[in-house]
């Protein structure tokens, strides 16, 4: 099973800006892919970054919040999202989901693709 240790999420003013950083470990395939999701109330949860050992980096169709930086290693790898200019509409719940077997494009899977999740990190903005 790989770990994923969530951090970064908070309380935030709007037009701030906020950085969450996903550390997941545990990888036993050489081919794995992990991504950021979020959740609000009424509505589905919308992928925003993923990374895959084939392809990279990826954007969700649609998404138009989050600048996805990735640090690699050996046995881990590190997903930081960076969102600026934030508004009560990145009020969410953000999850960091992995893959341990599939590397190609991560924003044409579905969701239950990513078999392993982490807990999931608050993220709230209000004055």
């Known amino acids: 099973q790989v770990q994923l240790v969530e951090s970064g999420g908070g309380l935030v003013q709007p037009g701030g800006s906020i950085r969450l950083s996903c550390e997941a470990s545990g990888f036993v395939e050489d081919e794995y892919a992990v991504a950021w999701f979020r959740e609000v109330p009424g509505k589905a949860r919308e992928g925003l970054a993923c990374?895959?050992?084939?392809?990279?980096?990826?954007y969700y169709e649609g998404s138009g919040q989050g600048r996805l930086t990735v640090d690699k290693g050996k046995s881990t790898v590190t997903l930081h999202l960076q969102m600026n200019d934030l508004d009560a509409a990145d009020s969410a719940v953000y999850y960091c989901?992995?893959?341990?077997?599939?590397?190609?494009?991560?924003?044409?899977?579905?969701?239950?693709?990513?078999?392993?999740w982490g807990p999931g990190v608050q993220v709230t903005v209000s004055s």
């Open positions: 990374f895959s050992t084939r392809i990279g980096v990826e």
């Open positions: 989901e992995a893959s341990d077997e599939w590397g190609f494009s991560c924003r044409a899977i579905q969701e239950s693709m990513y078999e392993d």
